[in-house]
């Protein structure tokens, strides 16, 4: 791909084509007809029943379209994203501060009132079609989990700089994660509360930040058996405080382990069915597109990944130190980790710390006592289920799923 995809709307473009290639592919069409249909004349496009490439722009915010400060001393601005450095992490604690916490957006923070919020909870799935008020679900006994949300696309950049291929999408380096005590309640509480029948399959909750164009409000089904997990929660509080409003205030799902898209924010309905459900998010996106994936295989859980506290790339002084880092996956706690300091000629064990929580992550440390010269750091982890860091991973077109070692260059002075 010679094209640049450093912006998201080169993603959406690309999107775009791919939905474009499946209408043609519905109504009989080939794919040169319809791109030259296209091309010639936006009533081309209106026959398929889809917008035109121009009107179907990207989520246009307000002014502030993430609500929270994101200081470029603590965050990466990716157009309506905000990605956490890593080096602000290093003299932190086990969670990820709600200031410090990455944000992923389609579109743009709704400000929502608990007074009128409402969770509609329906379906063919239920028997008791139910609405909530933010005070039903705050009355509920509550439950907390110490868990990882972590962008499928984390990491998407080094399909670029490391393996020579650029993928279509926010071009994230290792910080579209964060780990945080989450606070709500069990999913399988309320669907047993609107009579959840025997024969549902597939629960998609939905949230209330504005219409993505043409696609609708951003939505993801899950398998009814990751819906009644009892990690699987509605919440409503992030690390003790009420959720910010970037993080999905008043209420989000918690879905451990699994993409982040599967964690949808502002919720404010679910379906709950005995048909398989479908979205844009379980059928354009996340998933595996490419040659290595003839099977366009569905994302669901997070691979084993690591990163050190360290800018990308740093500028050490020479001399004693600790190199510290953190290591996830969502299937699992973390059995080892390994870091390479001589770009992988030799791994050194690193220290874990605990606590070592499954679907979250551990903290670890190496010592090193560098000259002054270029080094290409390593680490490498080993999960709980014994996956381990790939050197090298097959491309996807949308760049999900970048769970290779990653090269972390650093200059000792
Ligand atoms: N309603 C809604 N939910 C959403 C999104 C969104 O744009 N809209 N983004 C998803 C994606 S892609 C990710 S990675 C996580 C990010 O959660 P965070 O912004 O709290 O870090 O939220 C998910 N939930
Ligand atoms: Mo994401």
New binding site residues.
């Given amino acids: 791909m010679g094209e640049s995809f450093s912006s998201e709307s080169s993603y959406d473009a690309d999107r775009f084509d791919r939905q474009l290639w499946q209408t043609a592919r519905q109504t009989g069409l080939s794919r040169r007809n319809l791109l030259g249909l296209a091309a010639a004349s936006a009533g081309g496009l209106a026959y398929l029943g889809l917008p035109g490439r121009m009107s179907r722009a990207q989520a246009v915010c307000p002014a502030v379209g993430v609500v929270k400060p994101t200081p470029p001393e603590l965050f990466f601005t990716l157009g309506t994203n905000r990605e956490m450095r890593w080096e602000a992490m290093r003299n932190r604690g086990y969670l990820v501060g709600n200031d410090l ?7 743009c923070t709704p400000q929502l009132d608990t007074a009128t919020w409402r969770l509609r909870v329906e379906g063919s799935g239920v028997r008791r079609p139910l609405d909530l008020t933010y005070n039903d679900i705050v009355s509920m006994d509550a439950t907390s989990r110490t868990k990882f ?4 696309g984390n990491g998407r950049s080094f399909f670029n700089t490391q393996q020579g291929t650029a993928a279509s999408g926010t071009q994230w380096k290792l910080g ?1 994660i ?1 780990v945080a005590e989450w606070t709500g309640v069990p999913l399988w509480k309320v669907l047993a509360r609107a009579g959840l029948k025997h024969t549902a399959v597939d629960v998609m909750p ?4 504005d219409e993505v164009t043409g696609q609708g ?2 939505r993801r089904p899950m398998p009814l058996e990751k819906a009644l997990h009892p990690d699987t929660l509605l919440v409503y509080a992030m690390n003790g405080h009420p959720l910010p409003p ?3 205030f008043p209420v ?2 918690l879905v451990p382990g699994w ?9 404010g309905r679910i379906e709950v069915s005995e048909q398989p459900l479908f979205s844009f998010w379980n059928t354009e996106s996340y998933r595996l597109f490419g040659e290595a994936y003839p099977d366009t295989p569905l994302l669901s859980s997070q691979e084993v990944k690591s990163a050190f506290e360290i800018p990308f790339p740093a500028t050490l002084p020479a001399g004693p130190q600790l190199l510290r880092g953190r290591s996830w996956s969502g299937h699992g706690s973390i059995h080892r980790v390994e870091v390479s300091v001589d770009g992988g000629s030799r791994f050194v064990r690193a220290d874990l710390k605990s606590p070592n929580l499954s679907q979250a992550w551990v903290r670890w440390d190496v010592p090193w006592n560098p000259t002054p010269g270029n080094y290409v750091l390593k680490a490498r982890a080993r999960d709980s289920r014994g996956n381990l860091q790939p050197d090298a991973v097959p491309f996807n077109t949308q760049g999900y799923s970048f769970w290779a070692v990653v090269n972390h260059p650093v200059t000792v002075v």
């Fill in positions: 916490f990455f944000v992923r957006n389609h579109t949300i972590e962008c499928a579209a964060g939905e949230g209330l930040d409000h951003v970037d993080h999905g989000r799902m993409v982040g898209i599967a964690n949808i924010k502002w919720v």
